[in-house]
């Protein structure tokens, strides 16, 4: 079973936020607004800054850059893990599922966060984009995912916006929304199988996907 990672098993709105600030004073761009500052939280981080703030692709590279050397220096540990959450992947684990993290956020990052948070023992495995923006998108850390677990049955994907959905309908995957997270409505345009309102409620909707 696969688990996206920023809006579904964590809150980690607060340091994303506060380095795209940082990186948008570096390029002398205005201050973000809310539904900027809540679109760039899912997507790949370089595609965020060109098709959310409209930074120019030449300013992408310098944009990451600014962005990285703010998050990396610790916004990237002011995360919440959501409530239910632990306990959902404890009662998967406890029924013989494995787990594995894909998330477009660059895979050393994903694992501090993990690792921090006391998440990171419950997975099997973690795949992330790459730092150099090669591998950055859903698909391709859902492939990534897929190759290291070819065995057992077809997974199921847990995440909170449209990339997660397309990138599991890309591998003929199932996505089950994190309604917790900052989409619900986003997931289910998407093309959810379903949309789980808690925690709680993504082992009652497995059956069914």
């Known amino acids: 079973m696969l ?3 920023d809006g579904t098993l964590v809150d980690s709105t607060p340091g994303i936020w506060a380095s795209v600030r940082v990186a948008a004073a570096d390029l ?3 201050e973000p607004n809310p539904a900027q500052l809540r679109d760039m939280v899912g997507p790949p981080l370089q595609d965020g800054f060109a098709l959310v703030l409209g930074v120019p692709a030449g300013d992408v590279p310098r944009a990451v ?3 990285r050397a703010h998050y990396s220096a610790g916004a990237l540990l002011d ?3 959501y409530d239910g959450v632990p306990e959902l992947l404890a009662e998967l684990r406890e029924e013989g599922a494995v787990l594995a993290v894909a998330t477009s956020k660059p895979e050393p990052f ?3 966060v ?3 948070t006391g998440l990171a023992g419950c997975f099997a495995s973690v795949h992330g984009a790459t730092l150099d923006g090669a591998v950055r998108h859903k698909a391709q850390v859902v492939a990534a995912a897929l190759a290291a677990h070819p065995e057992g049955r077809r997974p199921v ?4 916006r449209e990339h997660d959905v397309l990138g599991a309908a890309a591998h003929g995957l199932p996505c089950i929304g994190a309604g917790w997270g900052p989409a619900p409505d986003e997931l289910r345009a998407a093309g959810a199988a379903a949309v789980a309102g808690t925690p709680a409620e993504v082992r009652s909707l497995l059956a069914d996907v």
């Open 114 to 116: 993990l690792e921090h």
């Open 28 to 30: 002398g761009l205005p």
């Open 3 to 5: 688990f996206d990672l």
């Open 79 to 81: 995360v919440t893990v």
């Open 157 to 160: 994907l847990v995440g909170d």
């Open 110 to 112: 994903a694992v501090r």
């Open 65 to 67: 850059a600014a962005y």
